[in-house]
């Protein structure tokens, strides 16, 4: 069964969203996190503790532990975590609220007052097929298909039938959107290059090509075979030869972003591209979407061990 899970800023919980969801163990928080276990959850910010009052991104639950440091509590281990391209409203497509029974309260001034002590609540399928449609309209719009690298994927083809509630192919379909290699990466893609703009961090290249299709690449920090996410914080911008060596571990990050190069193992026709390497590398004007320390430090223990 798949659920909403809110998340607020500052909540005083011990959330890593991408990861795990720290919730009391009331019975219905409780039910709502053990009934979607296999199952999708749609992660939404209410306008609480400065929160967006959006959807924001959809992660798949894969168990539920006990919080072992306090009582009445516990975790939801989440995988799959997919961030949205861009905040999806609590109210959209003129019709309301995404979820049935909000749409059910007669006064919708009493819209909050509904989801008092509803946090963690069920979905229905239709209503989460929607809200993942219009979360990743931009990565799945055919205009965008050559520039992210998604030609020919099928998922990524057919639109979107908001005109009418979405049918059992139709939840299938998006539930194989979410799970398929391409599309994340595309949706990983767009993300990283748009934050870096287009440019690579090492370089400080931007191409741009005849088909609009940018030249840097996006590349994981913490690799998602070893269980690294699809997320802003996981990605760093970096042109095509630059991207090789770091996913060989021959070149990394120190703590405060400056490079760390093999040279003993980086050819030595390469080594002119790190002649600014006590330089900080570019990075994102927004501080939140620079690299999480916690997985530049993974990527950081390949390269001293390579």
Not at 53 to 75: C, S
Request: aromatic content about 8%; proline content about 6%.
């Amino acid at each position: 069964m798949k659920a909403v899970f809110d998340t607020k800023p500052n909540s005083g919980y011990d959330d890593e969203i991408v990861q795990r969801y720290h919730f009391p163990t009331q019975s219905n928080y409780l039910a709502a996190a053990e009934g979607a276990v296999g199952d999708w959850i749609v992660y939404r910010e209410p306008q609480r503790n400065g929160g967006r009052r959006a959807y924001i991104a959809v992660a798949r639950v894969l168990r539920v532990e006990a919080d072992p440091l306090r009582a009445n509590h516990a975790y939801a281990v989440m995988g799959e975590y997919l961030p949205f391209d861009r905040p999806v409203p609590f109210a959209g497509l003129g019709q309301g609220y995404w979820e049935t029974p909000l749409r059910a309260v007669a006064d919708p001034s009493r819209v909050g007052a509904s989801l008092q002590n509803k946090s963690m609540r069920p979905l229905s399928d239709a209503d989460f097929a929607a809200i993942v449609g219009a979360g990743l309209q931009d990565t799945l719009a055919p205009e965008n298909a050559v520039r992210l690298g998604l030609v020919g994927v099928a998922e990524a083809q057919a639109p979107f039938e908001y005109d009418a509630a979405p049918g059992l192919d139709q939840v299938r379909r998006v539930e194989q959107m979410l799970v398929n290699r391409k599309i994340r990466d595309a949706n990983f893609r767009r993300q990283v290059c748009a934050a870096y703009e287009d440019r690579c961090a090492v370089t400080g290249l931007r191409i741009i090509n005849g088909g609009g299709r940018s030249e840097v690449q996006a590349a994981h920090i913490w690799g998602v075979g070893e269980g690294g996410p699809d997320v802003i914080q996981n990605g760093i911008a970096l042109s095509g030869t630059i991207h090789w060596l770091f996913d060989r571990h021959l070149i990394s990050l120190t703590d405060d972003y400056r490079l760390l190069v093999s040279h003993n193992k980086v050819p030595a026709e390469l080594r002119v591209l790190f002649e600014k390497q006590l330089d900080r590398i570019q990075l994102p004007a927004n501080t939140a979407l620079w690299p999480h320390p916690a997985y530049v430090e993974r990527h950081r223990e390949c390269f001293l061990a390579a």
